[in-house]
Structures are given as C-alpha cells and as structure tokens.
C-alpha cells in the first residue's frame, strides 16, 4: 500500500491487463481506419512527402522555423526562470505586504490564457511604436510566455519550499542565518531539484506554446510549414513533419531532465554520510 493508492491485487491486475489490451486494439483500430482513409484521399502519395528528402524545405523554411521557435523558448525560459524565482521567493517572503502582492500577480497572470497576453502585447506594443514592427511579435510571444510561465514557476517554487522538512530552515537559522539567507542558499535550490519533473514538463510546454505566435504573425516553426504546405499543396505532410520535430526535441528534453535528475540523486546518494546532516547549503562553488 501507498500514500495514494492500494496496490491492487491478482484480479485487479488481471483486469488492467484486459482493460489495457482492449484500449491498444481500439486505438490500432482507429490508426488503421485514419491510415485508410488518408490512403483513400491520396495523402499517403510518395510524391507529396519527397519534397522533404531535399534541401529546399530545410533551408528556406523548416531549419529557418526551427531557429525563431528556439529562440523565442530560449528566451522565454530564461526570463520565465528569473521572474518565477523573484515571485516565488515574494510569495514566501516575511512580509505580508509583499507576500500578498506576489501572490496577486502571480495569480492573475495564472489565470489568463496565454494566447491573450500575446495578443494584449502585440496590439499594445503596436500602438504605442516604441519598437521596430518587425521584432513586436518576438517579445509579444515572449511576454506572454514569460508572465505566464514565470507565475507557474513562482508557485513551483512556493510549494517545493513548503514541502521541504521543516528541519532544514530551523538548522539553517540555528547556524546564524537570516531568513531571506535560508530561502536562497538553502531551500530553494532543494526545492528545485524535487520539483525537476515539473519544471521540465513546463520548459516543454513554453517550447510548444510558442506555436501561438501563428496567431500574431510570429514566423515559427508551425508558421513555416504551413507556408511551404500551403505552397506546395502538401500542408498535411508539413505539419505531420513539424510535430515529429517538436517530438523530438521535447524527447531531448525530457531525456536531458532525467539524466540531470539522475545525476543528482546519485551525488546526493553517494556521500559519505557520519551522521545525519542537520543541514545543506548550497553556494555557487559547487
């Protein structure tokens, strides 16, 4: 038995195994019928998918796509990362005042849909001209990722620190430091290393969302296959092409998150231990 749930027992098991076989034969079934059909309409033509066993689509779409989602992630990450960090730390703050306004604006940009505050920005940033129309829907889907993004982060940050023993800021303030000291050199990075499923669950989800920017003439991956799709008469081909390169890469990522999270637990694990240790410390040494 767990914390959530009985282990279930030989008939139990017995009638997952049945219940889960039945679900692969339907979803089969369903793959098959989808295959068919695409046979029957013609979009299973070798011609349609030869274009991308040439460089043409790479060069002048696909890798030019590829370049602007990245970079649009990249940066969203970055800056979803520091913005969840200070917000986080906010809503874990002493003061009242500052935990109930980090509060506040993390839960107000939690709950608007991420697709409007690219839209908010990119009509915003539009009119008051105070950047080159060019780069407007670049940091119009950056801000939006990043503000919603960086509150889902803050939170990580917030529940991972209250999850932690109480033990750990109690040593830490028995040894001489202040309570902003605790939170920083202490709890917080151990919260990370807990909540690095999530994290990386959400890096995947910045990295998709920034296929909105379709929406606001951000030319991304989705927006070049489209455009060679739409010029070429095989749209289906070129989004099927886009979304195994957004699997791949989010494969990668999630593959890295899990090395990095082995890693961890394996130093953590293969210390030499006397006694139990009252307390960790984090520094920028290590």
């Known amino acids: 038995m767990s914390t959530l749930f009985d282990v279930p027992g030989p008939v139990a098991r017995r009638r997952m195994v049945w219940v889960n076989i039945a679900a692969t034969i339907v979803v089969a079934g369903i793959a098959v019928w989808v295959l068919l059909r695409l046979q ?20 002048n779409y696909l890798i030019p796509g590829l370049i602007d989602t990245l970079t649009a992630a ?3 990450i970055v800056t979803s990362a520091v913005f969840g960090f200070v917000f986080g730390l906010g809503r874990l703050s002493g003061s009242r005042a500052v935990r109930a306004a980090s509060g506040a604006i993390v839960e107000f940009f939690r709950a608007v849909p991420v ?7 990119y009509l915003g940033l539009g009119q008051l001209r105070i950047l080159d129309p060019s780069d407007v829907p670049l940091v119009a889907v950056v801000l939006g990722l990043t503000f919603y993004n960086g509150s889902v982060f803050a939170e990580l940050v917030r529940s991972g620190v209250h999850g932690l023993p109480r033990g ?3 040593a830490a303030l028995a040894v ?3 309570d902003g000291q605790s939170l920083r050199l202490v709890e917080v990075p151990q919260a990370l290393i807990a909540m690095l499923p999530a994290i990386t669950s959400q890096l995947v989800v910045i990295l ?24 070429n008469g095989n749209i289906l081909q ?37 006694e139990p240790p009252s307390l960790v410390v984090a520094t920028g040494n290590d």
């Open 168 to 170: 750990q800021r109690e």
């Open 238 to 274: 070129s989004l099927v092409v886009a979304a195994l390169i957004f699997i791949v890469i989010n494969y990668a990522i999630t593959k890295f998150a899990d090395r990095l999270a082995g890693r961890v637990g394996r130093r953590t694990a293969g210390k030499p231990r006397a």
């Open 176 to 178: 001489g430091l202040r």
């Open 115 to 121: 697709l409007l505050m690219m839209i908010f920005f």
């Open 208 to 231: 998709k969302d920034t296929a909105l920017g379709v929406i606001i003439t951000y030319p991304d991956l989705l927006d070049a296959a489209r455009r060679f799709g739409s010029g």
């Open 40 to 59: 029957e309409k013609g979009q299973l033509d070798p011609a349609l998918w030869k274009p991308f066993l040439t460089a043409s689509p790479w060069v």
């Open 74 to 76: 990249g940066i969203s």
